[in-house]
């Protein structure tokens, strides 16, 4: 016997919408996408959204409720909550492959927002959301969150800002301004920790082209007096490694990206920058700034075309912008005649202006999924610009400037460690069994089969199966015997009708329809 999804009881449809959206795992309390243009999935690419959503840097901001790393589907429903398994603030977080097999890769550590630093270390978990490696760096450096790319299951990209004393007067500086950050990144081996490639931006590009002067003031770009404050004049946000073993790299705050040669560190070209340097010109239409994720696309066969990517924010602050709103760009390089300009413009739904962050994926399909940063939003468009998706991060009132560091689109199989969650309620018929249980990252089961326990624990009755329905799923059962010390028992049941895994037997509690009992406390008999 199937049964469908009952209804749930009036109490408890009430207090869902207070504080307690899944009744079998109380604790989470995940971000609810607000979709605006919802997917048509025969023309959405496959597979789940992956954001680490968390508090904005606007004044009078008021969410996420529990910032982290979440897996979405479509139509919003919750597949994973990080909570618990990342600490601190969590970011680029995305499923990748090391050594042939799938994992989830993230950030986690301390956000530094005022001056775009991150203090942590990169994670990898594997399909049963478990700690599979912890990934750190060499040469004695801090690893930040702006890059995290793995380069043929072996090697890791990471970013390392590194903090220089040297005197700033070249630059505009005074005595007491000694301190430069400059733009690191490093490919390490992710299994020995040993570092191939290192690069810095200090030994490379003058601070006089950043876009940034030493005395621009507070905040990001530092005033050069202390380690803490140093001047941020590079800033690098992106790094990425092409077939040929050259790299592309993204430096924010000279709003410029660089191609650098894998082998001496030399600059092969640099695109773009405010004041001067760009191997290539570019019309007034095709200017960009204070971008994030430059990655290759393709090159032709002598080298002379290239195609990359990037999030054009177009904008460091409300004042400061080349353009009115972010877009998603690719851009043709053409070497021949030093020319380069965007084919491709993807722009921001609603005029979106991500002062800080973003991310472009171009899908298998061809579709391009963008994530709008500070803006708190994702979007799915077809190659030719339609867009086919769009949600905000989190709904108002808590998700007020929600913001992701990057986001993407993903498939992914997810078979978690931990065993699935139940509660079971009386309902308020007599003989009535309302049953909630999920499972939290499991993307495998299409129905539960759920059983009652005697109160000897010496027999097990079938219920009924019922399908999958989202997150967690809620049934009622009719005429079911729940005299007191029985249990009930929910079975994960794949698309084949395999059985995948079993809850812990839960006791039948009393809805909130009935008045609570009152405690006896162990103070009482004292």
């Known amino acids: 016997m199937k049964l469908t999804p009952g209804v749930a009881c009036l109490s408890l449809a009430s207090l869902a919408a207070a504080d307690w959206r899944f009744r079998s795992r109380p604790e989470l309390a995940a971000p609810r996408l607000n979709i605006t243009v919802p997917a048509d999935r ?24 529990q910032p982290g790393a979440y897996i979405f589907r479509d139509d919003g429903e919750l597949v994973w909550s990080g909570i618990g398994h990342h600490s601190g603030w969590v970011a680029n977080f995305r499923p990748d492959t090391w050594n042939g097999k799938p994992y989830l890769r993230a950030f986690q550590g301390s956000l530094d927002g005022k001056h775009g630093r991150m203090f942590g270390y990169h994670t990898l978990l594997g399909p049963d959301y478990e700690v599979a490696k912890v990934v750190k760096v060499g040469s004695h450096r801090l690893v930040s969150a702006h890059e995290f790319r793995l380069v043929d299951g072996k090697t890791a990209l990471v970013e390392t800002p590194i903090p220089r004393t040297v005197s700033l007067k070249p630059w505009g500086g005074t ?21 191939i490639f290192e690069w810095e931006s200090f030994d490379h590009v003058d601070p006089k082209y950043s876009a940034f002067p030493l005395d621009f003031g507070a905040g990001l770009p530092g005033s050069g007096k202390s380690e803490t404050d140093a001047w941020n004049y590079f800033h690098i946000n992106s790094v990425d490694k092409d077939e040929e073993g050259n790299y592309l790299m993204s430096a924010r705050n000279v709003a410029a990206v660089f191609k ?60 400061q912008k080349t353009n009115a709103f972010s877009r998603g760009r690719i851009y043709k390089l053409n ?39 500070q803006s708190g939003a994702v979007t799915e468009f077809s190659h030719e610009g339609k867009v086919l998706f769009h949600a905000d991060l989190d709904s108002a009132p808590e998700g007020i400037f ?23 309620f009386k309902g ?13 990252g499991d993307t495998e089961a299409a129905s539960w089969r759920v059983y009652v326990r005697s109160a000897a624990g010496s027999r097990e009755d079938f219920l009924g199966e019922v399908d999958r329905d989202g997150f967690e799923t809620h049934a009622t059962f009719r005429e079911v015997d729940v005299s007191e010390g029985i249990a009930v028992i929910a079975e994960a049941v794949d698309k084949d ?9 839960a006791p039948i ?18």
């Open 497 to 505: 009708g395999r059985a995948l895994r079993k809850t812990t037997p």
């Open 260 to 319: 650098i040669n894998g082998t001496s560190g030399e600059i092969i070209w640099q695109l773009g920058g405010f004041h001067g340097g760009s191997s290539f010109a570019l019309a007034n239409e095709d200017v960009f700034g204070y971008q994030h994720h430059a990655r290759f696309r393709s090159r032709s066969a002598d080298g002379k075309i290239e195609i990359i990517s990037l999030f054009d924010n177009g904008a460091h602050s409300a004042p």
């Open 42 to 65: 025969n023309v959405v690419e496959k597979g789940f959204i992956f954001v680490a959503p968390y508090e904005g840097f606007e004044e009078g901001h008021r969410g996420p409720v």
């Open 402 to 424: 929600t913001q992701s560091y990057r986001g993407f689109r993903y498939n992914w199989t997810g078979t978690p460690a931990e065993e699935p969650a139940i509660v079971a």
């Open 175 to 195: 005595a007491e301004q000694n301190w430069i950050l400059s733009g690191g990144f490093q490919e390490i081996d992710i299994d020995t920790g040993d570092v």
């Open 428 to 440: 308020v018929q007599d003989g009535d069994l309302d049953v909630y249980v999920s499972w939290n």
């Open 509 to 526: 509690s009393l809805d909130l329809a009935h008045p609570p009992s009152e405690p006896k406390w162990r103070s009482d008999e004292l």
């Open 335 to 373: 070497h021949t005649d030093g020319t380069a300009k965007a084919i491709q413009t993807y722009d921001a739904p609603d005029d979106l202006s991500a002062h800080t962050q973003g991310s472009l994926q171009v899908l298998p399909n061809d579709n391009v999924f963008i994530n709008w940063g």
